[in-house]
């Protein structure tokens, strides 16, 4: 396996970017790990890496996120220790320290020694980190699909569609306690493919968060974008992302009258 991570890497990749693609090539095993032993059958891939995997978003991310949807036979106990062992068979050290915080289920995996043995880091005791998270009490009106995932393995797994993450984006984007850069990154990527979010979803990711729905629809989104993105520190949500973009050029986008200008595209 050390043989198969060092392929990912060229002589003129920066320490970050070999690091950004370490952890997306583990990412891509723990996702394969979880479609063989039959965990898609309750759980849908969620989040900023799966537009990364699934859809080409040009930023990476540490975690992985999922949304729970069905609850039957689901044991989030048993699923860390499948994952472990199976990563393990895979001739890789792997730590992991589990936390279940009301309703969300989140693990935290650790690779001891990895990037030293890589020559990553020249730090033997240095761990290289991905966040598992398992949201158990999902907003209501997800849309769910089936995509192949082909890099490195090749296998499908069940995720929300994009008008359901890009619901659940905006919720994100506007109502999470701190700015997150990725959130905005991926906000400005939705903007571009002309997504137009579930509107269901968003009024219920609202709700549970605020307790209150704001009645967003069709006719009021484009306002609803626009007010919000008014209290946003862009910069700040620059300074957040950057280590996790392909392109540094791209911060550029992180302008408010460029993302008022994409908001007039799509929602006119």
Known sequence: MIEVLKEQFTESMSREDKENR?????????????????????LAFVGGTA??????????????DFSLTNPAGYD???????????????????????????????????????LNELGISPLPGQKLSIKLEV????????????????????FYVKHFGLSSMFAAK??????????????FYDLIWYLARKV??????????IRQTQGKAPGVNAKNIKEFLLNNLKKTDLKKAAEDVER???????????NYELIKDSIDSVFR
């Not at 137009?196 to 990711?205: G, H, I, T, V």
């Open 135 to 154: 949201d158990t009490n999902p907003p209501r009106g997800g849309k769910i699909e089936n995509s192949l995932v082909n890099k490195t393995y090749m």
């Open 76 to 114: 989030f106990e048993k699923l860390c220790g499948e994952l472990h062992r199976e990563i393990e068979l895979h001739g890789l050290k792997m730590e992991k320290t589990l936390k279940k915080v009301k309703t969300v289920n989140n693990v935290m995996l650790k690779f001891p020694g990895l």
């Open 170 to 183: 905006i919720s994100a984007c506007f109502y999470r306690e701190y700015t997150k850069g990725r959130d």
């Open 51 to 64: 537009l990364r995997i699934l859809f080409n978003a040009r930023r990476f991310s540490e975690d992985l």
């Open 22 to 42: 370490l952890r997306e090539f583990l990412q891509i095993l723990v996702l394969k790990v979880l479609r063989d032993k039959g965990w898609f059958e309750n």
């Open 196 to 205: 137009e979010p579930d509107y269901e979803l968003l009024n219920n990711a």
């Open 244 to 254: 996790f973009l392909d392109d540094k050029s791209e911060l550029k986008l992180f």
